[in-house]
């Protein structure tokens, strides 16, 4: 019982430290993007339409980490593996 | 037509191709991850990788038409661009949620391998825009 107890609190920290870098992570280069996406823009207006796809596609790959992040915070929230074996043995 | 509207249209046309072919590398992983897990372990391994690819790809459909909204400030695309990237968000989680709920027989890591091939994937069509720019 006690093992069970200890083993979601650590996956609730676990949890909390996956969403919480990945945001922090992902929040730090999309606003380096931004930044150097309005600096261009303001630079040399005419490619605006070209740079608009790029930000686009890179947003994905940026957000890309913390989205696996999420699927996996939420495969530890609702089917954590670390619980099954442990309830499993008992 | 001015230089401005054709500078507007080939946007248009250069970002369609673009976020169809987005689109369209990302139903490619998820088709690719989901065979795999099919072969590798079962059928509900392959239903989950599917599961994962699809809300991936939805989310992206849903952002590709906010995305694609025309402006010629540099300001209202980027509020644009940050829109779709937030509703691209609340949508994947809001499917992976309907997902763990629901999905009983669920195999997670195969979730897992089909979301991470659909969203790394996605990058993929910067080849394509590169091609695009060239043709305007």
């Known amino acids: 019982m006690e093992a069970l107890a200890l083993i979601q609190a650590y996956t609730g920290v676990g949890i909390g430290l996956i969403i919480g870098l990945g945001a922090a992570g992902a929040c730090i280069g999309i606003g380096i993007m931004c930044a150097s996406?309005?600096?261009?823009?303001?630079?040399?207006?005419?490619?605006?339409?070209q740079l608009q796809g790029k930000v686009f596609l890179l947003l994905g790959l940026i957000d890309a980490s913390f989205i696996i992040g999420v699927g996996l915070a939420m495969m530890?929230?609702?089917?954590?593996?670390?619980?099954?074996?442990?309830?499993a043995a008992n | 037509m001015t230089e401005e509207q054709n500078s507007k249209s080939g946007l248009t046309t250069s970002s369609n191709k673009v976020f169809g072919k987005m689109l369209q590398w990302q139903l490619s992983a998820t088709a690719v991850v989901m065979v795999i897990a099919l072969i590798v372990?079962?059928?509900?391994?392959?239903?989950?990788?599917?599961?994962?690819?699809?809300?991936?790809?939805?989310?992206?459909?849903?952002?590709?038409?906010?995305?694609?909204r025309n402006s010629n400030e540099a300001a209202t695309i980027l509020v644009n661009l940050l829109k779709a990237e937030a509703v691209k968000i609340i949508i994947i989680v809001v499917l992976l949620f309907i997902t763990f709920k629901l999905y009983k027989q669920l195999v997670p890591f195969a979730?897992?391998?089909g979301l991470a091939a659909a969203a790394l994937f996605s990058g993929a069509?910067?080849?394509?825009?590169?091609?695009?720019?060239?043709?305007?």
């Open chain 1, 37 to 49: 996406f309005l600096e261009g823009a303001a630079r040399q207006p005419e490619m605006i339409p």
């Open chain 1, 76 to 87: 530890f929230a609702f089917a954590n593996p670390l619980l099954s074996v442990v309830t």
């Open chain 2, 41 to 68: 372990s079962g059928l509900h391994a392959g239903i989950s990788a599917l599961a994962g690819g699809l809300s991936v790809t939805v989310g992206a459909f849903f952002a590709s038409k906010i995305a694609q």
């Open chain 2, 111 to 113: 979730l897992i391998a």
């Open chain 2, 125 to 136: 069509a910067m080849s394509k825009l590169d091609k695009t720019e060239l043709e305007i």
